[in-house]
């Protein structure tokens, strides 16, 4: 039980922080130490070294020359390189998806795009980018390419870092709502290279409007 206990509180620690960092509560290029981020989360150093360490491994920490940890920053070329994969990887996912999906599929999709549409109608940046990703990790399920949501899920939330963190400083064009939208009729019509084309479309017009946010906000010689 003790081992249990143990390793939830390891796990916890990982995720609260990791989710400090996709949120930008701490913010990029941000100096943290572990007494600081002790405090902050209300844990021992145990957990919370084994949880800097393995968000040192996934690069949204970086332990500087000098010893110290700062929060990775956040740079056009990472998320071009991000984006990029994604607009090939998920362009693949929507037209399996459009091959796959069963009413039941559609219905949930229909849903998803009520929120989708009723958040960035309202101004409600946060909220449009966490249901636009549910719809995207929903088509990865029903793929059923399980190698692709793998992939797909080692950039998950770097990718998630940089969509909030655009929404923090900015606000997405009109075409984010329509290009969802345009996906998912695809989707409804089997149309599986309309649905492949919708969507490297639409993740390379969010690199677009993500990549003049952060040229403006990152330092010149980044």
């Known amino acids: 039980m003790m081992n249990r206990s143990r390793r939830l509180s390891k796990d916890n620690t990982y ?61 056009a070329r990472e998320v071009e390189e991000i984006f990029q ?13 459009a091959r796959n999906a069963t009413e039941q599929d559609i219905q949930k999709l229909t849903r998803m795009m009520d929120q989708i549409k009723h958040s960035f109608q309202h101004g409600e940046n946060q909220n449009f980018v966490t249901y636009g990703f549910e719809f995207h990790d929903y088509l990865s399920e029903i793929s059923g390419l399980q190698t692709f949501e793998k992939v797909l899920n080692q950039l998950r939330d770097h990718s998630l870092r940089y969509c909030r963190y655009v929404s923090l400083h900015g606000d997405w064009n009109t075409q984010a709502d329509e290009e969802h939208n345009f996906i998912l009729q695809m989707i409804i019509d089997k149309n599986e290279d309309g649905a492949e084309k919708a969507m490297r ?13 952060i040229k403006e906000m990152e330092p010149a010689d980044s």
């Open 85 to 97: 994969i994604r607009s090939m990887l998920e362009g693949y996912v929507a037209r399996s998806a």
């Open 15 to 75: 995720y609260e922080l990791k989710q400090k960092i996709i949120d930008s509560e701490l913010e990029p290029n941000q100096p943290v130490n572990e007494e600081k981020l002790s405090a902050l989360l209300g844990v021992s150093r145990t957990p919370l070294r084994e949880a800097i360490q393995r968000l040192e491994n996934e690069d949204f920490l970086v332990r500087q020359p000098n010893g110290r940890l700062r929060v990775a920053s956040v740079t």
């Open 201 to 213: 479309d639409h993740i390379l017009s969010s690199l677009a409007t993500a990549l003049e946010q």
